[in-house]
């Protein structure tokens, strides 16, 4: 039974053009994470909402956004992906914060830019 | 900030046993985590120390001393589908926020 769920599996936008990739959870945790992955290099953290409140990491650029509507789903949005944006986009929930908790991670989006 | 090392690639032969060394610098370090990632996939949780001392859990065992800032991975008996990358985390204690090392991209061969 899936737990944390990616859609889709792999995305092809063009460059320029606003994509969305989605995370659903069925956890009911109160930490949700984004990461990119590019190829080869580690996993590196965008953002993370906890509850409503959302925590942006300082070198996340603003081409990418984030939405979390309730508890259950959370958005990423690039507003105008380039080439350097193609990467593995993973999400992760955690129970709470403060917790040395393990994440759990979805299957992950590749995302190919045109 | 965190600095989190390990060797980039490493290869063994089915049926030997491979150790995976981290090495970090952190503040408030609050535990250090092992995750497996095949090609294309997401990570998968391995292990979790925040003691010092050995865990084992079947074929992996994972070791960690905080005076030193060092963890290893132990893979014994190994099989062709632990070929993968295997990601060194740390995890600090405010923000509950972790941040992985480059991986160590273990190659089986028969």
């Known amino acids: 039974d899936a737990m944390v769920i990616q859609n889709p599996r792999y995305q092809v936008t063009q460059f320029g053009k606003p994509v969305t990739l989605s995370c659903s959870q069925t956890l009911n945790h109160n930490v949700m994470y984004w990461y990119q992955q590019k190829s080869s290099q580690a996993p590196k953290l965008l953002f993370h909402?906890?509850?409503?409140?959302?925590?942006n990491e300082a070198d996340t650029p603003d081409n990418f956004q984030s939405r979390r509507p309730n508890t259950s789903f959370c958005f990423l949005d690039i507003r105008s992906p380039g080439l350097g944006d193609a990467a593995m986009y993973l999400c992760a929930t955690s129970r709470d914060p403060g917790e040395s908790e393990k994440l759990f991670f979805g299957s992950g989006t590749q995302l190919s830019v045109l | 900030g965190q600095n989190i090392d390990q060797p980039t690639e490493m290869t063994a032969t089915e049926g030997a046993i491979v150790q995976i060394n981290c090495t970090y610098q952190t503040s408030g370090f609050n535990g250090l985590f092992w995750y497996q990632q095949h090609a294309g996939e997401a990570p998968t949780f391995l292990s979790y120390?925040?003691?010092?001392g050995l865990e084992e859990k079947g074929r992996f065992s994972s070791f960690l001393s905080r005076s030193k800032g060092y963890s290893y991975l132990l893979l014994k008996e190994l099989q062709m589908k632990d070929s993968a990358s295997y990601l060194c985390a740390v995890i600090k204690a405010a923000g509950n926020k972790l941040t992985f090392g480059g991986g160590t991209r273990v190659l089986v061969k028969p």
């Open positions: 120390n925040v003691l010092d």
């Open positions: 909402y906890y509850d409503k409140d959302f925590n």
